[in-house]
């Protein structure tokens, strides 16, 4: 059965990097923007990370900039703008592609394990779905990532168990990254 440990990505400096090197850790597997509605997330991530990285916790950080052009820097601009603005210490890779024909097969294997099932109810979430259908109309079936800030949690065996929408409260992702460790 194949787990994320069966994937090499690309660090921020372009070095293949595989994921391996994770084994054992519960990981939080993110597609990031500098310029999204919900780059706030970063805060909440990095308090998480802060508290729990000591626990066998992890957060891997993947830039896109298919949503919107919203993380239009290069990586060392990414980098400085995480670390200065939000004070990241966790892991951030090479910006990728996470939907259609160049999509980076790490991202294709999550979306395949945890497939997308809604942004949630309501005008704002109706809203944002809306918008990310017409961004994604281009990618067709390989629209795997509906937006910035979708995340995967990950078990220490290697198994995507839980996918959070950028919509999902952040208190319940820190609860099942909890519950996980």
Known sequence: MKT???FTVKDRQGNDA??????G??????NTATGCGFTPHYEPLEAMYKEMKDRGFEIL???CNQFAN???????????????????????????????ENADPLFAFLAGEKPFEGFGK???FAAL???????????GDKAYIKWNFTKFLIDREGNVVAR??????????????????
Do not use: H, W
């Open 4 to 6: 994320v440990y069966d």
């Open 18 to 23: 595989n994921l391996s090197a994770y084994r």
């Open 25 to 30: 850790k519960v990981l939080l597997i993110v």
């Open 61 to 63: 950080d993947f830039p």
């Open 70 to 100: 919203q993380a239009p820097g290069s990586a060392d601009e990414i980098y400085q703008f995480c670390t200065l603005k939000f004070g990241t210490e966790f892991p951030q890779f090479a910006k990728i592609d996470v939907n259609g």
């Open 122 to 124: 309501g005008l704002k």
């Open 129 to 139: 779905n809306k918008f990310a259908e017409m961004n994604n109309k281009a990618f």
């Open 164 to 181: 959070f929408e950028p919509t999902v409260d952040m208190k319940a992702v820190r609860d099942a990254v909890e519950a996980a460790l």
